[in-house]
């Protein structure tokens, strides 16, 4: 084609037309669709269970509490730890959504970045919450989020391999009992237990239990306690209760090795419930142990239902009426059992759930027994303070250092993180 | 396109008017003004323009703007991060990580690149004579390269599990000892460095493989008539005329290897502790591998790297030029 120096002109002027054109569609491609009016319209709902697809009973239950305020509500699922990260990123762009599910030890970690109305500020009553589970989301003293659901860890025991050892799962009530207990299972040609000591948060997650349950403190990593813990768990390894895998299990990876009949325990979460029913062999479950006898703290679990600023204000109302329908106590058993492993958080739905399901039972122990991780004011030092335990616990595990020396190094490296 | 003179001429005006040398504006009006297809020109390249732009320049600039503020996810919300120079630069390399991260870095990439690069000769070489089925034999040796990271790294690191991997029943069957291939911080980078190793094999064999393809047939012939043997021809031939496909083998491996994250992450996650913990690794475990993500030194480290890679690819061109000139 030839072309005169006219057409040619018009085509880099179009050209260039459409290359800002693609720029300004970008620049406003990232709206989370915050810009209709109050009162109406549509509210955005963020949760991290894409598992859930639009056809769900989840996104129905959603939907049905946006239609009771009298709006539509568009969800949008992420996986974990991009959703934390969708919820800076919007912040940062101030497209936040008007609600959104989030993991417990985020809570601290938004509401530091002041991206959180508190509970207070949007109006709902907190009163019925069971504190230990409504501490996590607390920073100094203002509450910024509510429980939808807790879950935590128990020990789980497969009754075939303890029958066989001539073990009484009853008779676990301390760290004597069950290291004794793990010694008979081993003997009579079983494995011990297993547990996830990988090197994320899920390690300290399973430790936590062991750690507390020795009566350490998060604040102090090297304290003798401490030490205890990790002695623990390092003289099961080195005696060959607990595989060496242990040092890069998570949790997934736990269950599934539990699940080939061959351990007599597995430190596991609420979770698996359902899939411990399926299980070819008989199980159950005792309450972790503290050292010296009782239920050791485990840390919570599950989400919380935060309400980010806006900046319309006037479009709390129907947010405050949105979270309202998701913690009545029936809006909390329903939650329950959308997900089959999650305690409400209120003694009344608690209850409501014991009367539907008794088999829960030790659950909601566990669950009133469990403690946040960012509780007693930790917050957001929390994630730093993780971080040097978990590699304290590998580098113990591994042989890399002694529990003394790993933790000591990791409260080093704790004070240098939350300085 | 008419107004545009005028309004030059205007600022030459002023220009002239503020006193800086009159030679100035016919020479300043000159280069100002573009004829149409200049125009045209712009216009064209705009796009790719926009493109490097927004992609390359920006990011980079971007991950040069984290590293020298105090990006805390506050602030990261917020905008208003404090300037520190280069203060996360010296907690880097202050921090106790760096060494280990440092030594693990170089034992791993030089590692994966000499045995990458060997084996993918010895095939290249192997596969030069066609034989029977070697196209089938060849097309299996891309499998490393046609699977998903994920699923490699995941197999890798069920194979070398303690307890139940594949490998450790063969040593045992033999009657050794297991090995924590794993989980012992002696033997955790060695284990994704070897699972590297594999990933890497079919690109070298491919580049190689095709650099061996430009060799021609005659310079072989000479070399028998001369009574050259199979290793006097590959060392006298094959190697010095595939020098310059593998320098750029060699170079394209080392950066692809300095910024591996996904084998080592899924197979260890750099532990136990920091024991196969490589820059990388680092860099992503301070971003995203923790509750609190720490992005200004994650892009400290991240920057390192790529000033490493960037020394790296300045020797080459260094070594290449001096090639020419000899040559």
Sequence with gaps: MHTTPRTRRTLAALTALAATGGLAACSSGGDGGSESTAGSGTYTWWDPYPQHDESSDWAGRVQACGEEAGVTIERTAYDTTALTNQALLSAQEGTSPDVILIDNPAVSTLADTGILTTVDEFGVDTSSIDQNLLDAGVVDGEAYGIPIGANTLSLYYNADVLKKAKVDPASITDWDSLTAALKKVTDAGSKGITFAGIGTEEGSFQFLPWFWGSGAELTDLDSPEAVEALELWKGWLDEGYAPNTVINNSQNTVWEEFLTGDFAFAENGTWQVNSAAEAEFETGIVQLPAKDGGVAPAPTGGEFIVAPVQEDTARYDVTRQIVECMTTPEGFVETANTFAYYVPPTAEGQEQLLSENEDLEPWVEAVQNAKGRTSDGLGTDYPGISEALWTAVQNALSGAATPAEALEAAQADAEAATS | ?327
């Design chain 2, 1 to 327: 396109m008419t107004s545009n003179p005028a309004v030059v001429g205007q600022r030459a005006g002023t220009r002239g008017a503020a006193g800086t040398t009159p030679a100035v504006p016919p020479v300043r009006r000159r280069r100002r003004t573009l004829n149409p297809s200049q125009w045209a020109a712009v216009g064209f390249a705009a796009p790719l323009l926009v493109y490097l732009v927004v992609f390359y320049a920006y990011p980079l600039w971007r991950n040069i703007d984290l590293s020298i503020h105090d990006y805390t996810i506050r602030a990261f919300v917020q905008g208003d991060a404090e300037f520190v120079g280069l203060e996360n630069y010296a907690d880097v390399f202050a921090s106790s990580t760096f060494p280990t991260a440092l030594l693990n870095t170089a034992l791993f990439t030089f590692g994966s690149i000499a045995f990458q690069f060997s084996i993918g000769l010895a095939l290249a070489v192997f596969f030069r004579s066609s034989f029977r089925l070697s196209n089938l034999l060849r097309a299996l040796f891309l499998v490393p390269w046609l699977l998903p990271l994920i699923v490699s790294a995941s197999t890798w690191a069920w194979m070398l599990n303690s307890e139940n991997g594949i490998v450790n029943s063969v040593i045992t069957a033999f009657g050794g000892d297991q090995i924590n291939w794993l989980t012992s911080p002696d033997t955790a980078l060695l284990s994704v460095t070897i699972a590297n190793v594999w990933l890497g094999i079919p690109f070298n064999l491919v580049i190689l493989y095709s650099g061996l393809q430009n060799i021609p047939g005659e310079v072989y012939e000479a070399a028998s008539l001369d009574g050259a043997g199979a290793w006097r021809q590959f060392w006298s031939v094959t190697f010095p005329l595939l020098r310059p496909v593998s320098a750029i083998t060699i170079l394209l491996g080392l950066i692809y290897t300095l910024k591996v994250v996904d084998v080592i992450w899924v197979m260890t996650t750099g532990g136990p502790g920091d024991s196969s913990t490589t820059l990388a690794i680092w860099s992503y475990r301070e971003a995203f591998g923790t509750g609190q993500p720490d992005f200004s030194p994650a892009a400290a480290v991240g920057n390192l790297l790529i000033v490493i890679a960037l020394v790296f690819g300045f020797l080459h061109l260094q070594l290449q030029r001096r090639q020419e000139a000899t040559s």
